[in-house]
C-alpha cells in the first residue's frame, strides 16, 4: 500500500499522467469500481493476484505476452514446458486493450500469474521511434506525447499508458516485466 501511496504521490510531481490516465481506464474496464480512488483501485487488482495465488488459487501462467503479433516468444516458450498465453488484438477485437473489454481480459488475465511470470510486453513502437519523430513530434519539451491532434500518436499513448500500468503492477506483483522496443524508440 506505501509503494501504491509513494508512486501516485510521485506522479502527480510530474504532471500526474499515471493517475490521471490510469484512473479512467480501470474504471471503464471495471465498473465495479468505479466509486474508489486509485489506489484502491490499483490495491484491489494486486489484492485478486495474491488471491489467486492463495492456498487453493488458481495460478495459470509462467508468461505473457502482451501485444504478441506473432507470438514468436510464446511458442518458444512452450517448447520449454511453459505455460502461458499471448493476447493481441490482431486475434481478435475482445483482446485489443485500447477497449474497456480488452483491456478488462488483459488485467484479468494478469491477476493469474505465478510468481516470477515473465510478463512480456511487445507494444507497438512506431509513433515512437526515431524515424517517425517529424510526424508524431514527441520530445522531451512535450514529455514525449507528441502532437495529440494525431490519430497515431493518442494510439501511441494509449498503449504507453496501458503497459506503463501493467508494468508496474508486474513489478508489485513480483513478476518480471519486460518491454521490447528498439534502440531509437523515445
Same mark, same amino acid.
Given at each position: 500500500?506505501?509503494? !501504491?501511496?509513494?508512486?501516485?504521490?510521485?506522479?502527480?510531481?510530474?504532471?500526474?499522467?499515471? &493517475?490521471?490516465?490510469?484512473?479512467?481506464?480501470?474504471?471503464?474496464?471495471?465498473?465495479?469500481?468505479?466509486?474508489?480512488?486509485?489506489? +484502491? *483501485?490499483?490495491?484491489?487488482?494486486?489484492?485478486? #493476484?495474491? /488471491?489467486?495465488? $492463495?492456498?487453493?488459487?488458481?495460478?495459470?501462467? +509462467?508468461?505473457?505476452?502482451?501485444?504478441?503479433?506473432?507470438? #514468436?516468444?510464446? /511458442?518458444?516458450?512452450? /517448447?520449454? $514446458?511453459?505455460?502461458?498465453?499471448?493476447?493481441?488484438?490482431?486475434?481478435? @477485437?475482445?483482446?485489443?486493450?485500447?477497449? @474497456?473489454?480488452?483491456?478488462?481480459?488483459?488485467?484479468?488475465?494478469?491477476?493469474?500469474? /505465478?510468481?516470477? &511470470?515473465?510478463?512480456?510486453?511487445?507494444?507497438?513502437?512506431?509513433?515512437?521511434?526515431?524515424?517517425? !519523430?517529424?510526424?508524431?513530434?514527441?520530445?522531451?519539451?512535450? $514529455?514525449?506525447?507528441? +502532437?495529440?491532434?494525431?490519430?497515431?500518436?493518442?494510439? $501511441?499513448?494509449?498503449? *504507453?499508458? !496501458? #503497459?506503463?500500468?501493467?508494468?508496474?503492477?508486474?513489478?508489485?506483483?513480483?513478476?518480471?516485466?519486460?518491454?521490447?522496443?528498439?534502440?531509437?524508440? #523515445?
Amino acid at each position: 500500500v506505501l509503494d !501504491i501511496q509513494r508512486f501516485l504521490e510521485y506522479d502527480l510531481t510530474t504532471q500526474g499522467l499515471a &493517475s490521471t490516465s490510469w484512473h479512467m481506464l480501470i474504471r471503464e474496464a471495471f465498473p465495479e469500481l468505479a466509486g474508489l480512488q486509485l489506489a +484502491d *483501485m490499483l490495491l484491489a487488482l494486486l489484492l485478486q #493476484t495474491y /488471491k489467486h495465488r $492463495g492456498a487453493n488459487g488458481i495460478e495459470l501462467y +509462467d508468461f505473457i505476452e502482451y501485444s504478441s503479433g506473432l507470438a #514468436t516468444l510464446s /511458442k518458444e516458450a512452450l /517448447k520449454q $514446458g511453459l505455460t502461458g498465453i499471448a493476447l493481441d488484438r490482431l486475434y481478435s @477485437p475482445e483482446q485489443d486493450s485500447s477497449t @474497456p473489454m480488452g483491456l478488462r481480459l488483459w488485467l484479468t488475465t494478469f491477476t493469474f500469474t /505465478k510468481s516470477r &511470470s515473465l510478463i512480456w510486453f511487445g507494444t507497438q513502437c512506431s509513433s515512437f521511434t526515431a524515424l517517425c !519523430i517529424s510526424g508524431s513530434k514527441r520530445s522531451e519539451a512535450n $514529455g514525449f506525447l507528441g +502532437d495529440q491532434r494525431r490519430a497515431f500518436v493518442c494510439e $501511441g499513448n494509449c498503449q *504507453m499508458s !496501458i #503497459t506503463a500500468l501493467l508494468y508496474l503492477l508486474s513489478f508489485w506483483n513480483g513478476n518480471m516485466p519486460v518491454l521490447e522496443q528498439p534502440l531509437t524508440s #523515445t
